[in-house]
């Protein structure tokens, strides 16, 4: 599968932006998808996770304040960011795997196998 991410920009303190991720090939019944965020010579963070039954998952960091949903007569996962603060100001990537069986998704970095080449969030204050 190849991802594809879109939505980023600036926006300023308190302010929203929506992400998308279009997948496209072959992501199979069952899968986790997943947004990422990496901050300037830090790895990756996890952010949210869905799976292919719409259960998802949070880092406790966005917890109110993200929301992550999909679509997927469009093949899309879409990240919602309200309250943005300048702490989320990130390259922010889009992930995903192919599962076998039903659950959370699991915010873990190895896990997933496809990603796209992100999009940048800049928040000012």
């Known amino acids: 599968a190849q991802l594809l991410e879109s939505g980023g920009g600036a926006v300023q303190f308190g302010g929203s932006l929506r992400l998308s991720c279009e997948a496209s090939?072959?992501?199979?019944?069952?899968?986790?998808m997943a947004w990422f965020r990496r901050y300037p010579g830090q790895g990756r963070e996890a952010v949210a996770a869905i799976d292919s039954d719409g259960i998802t998952n949070y880092a406790d960091s966005v917890k109110g304040r993200f929301t992550i949903s999909q679509d997927k007569a469009k093949s899309t996962v879409y990240l919602q960011m309200n309250n943005l603060k300048p702490d989320d100001t990130a390259m922010y990537y889009c992930?995903?795997?192919?599962?076998?069986?039903?659950?959370?998704?699991?915010?873990?970095?190895?896990?997933?196998?496809?990603w796209g080449q992100g999009t940048q969030v800049t928040v000012s204050s």
């Open positions: 992930a995903a795997v192919q599962t076998t069986s039903p659950g959370v998704c699991l915010l873990w970095e190895t896990l997933f196998g496809f």
């Open positions: 090939g072959h992501m199979g019944s069952r899968y986790c």
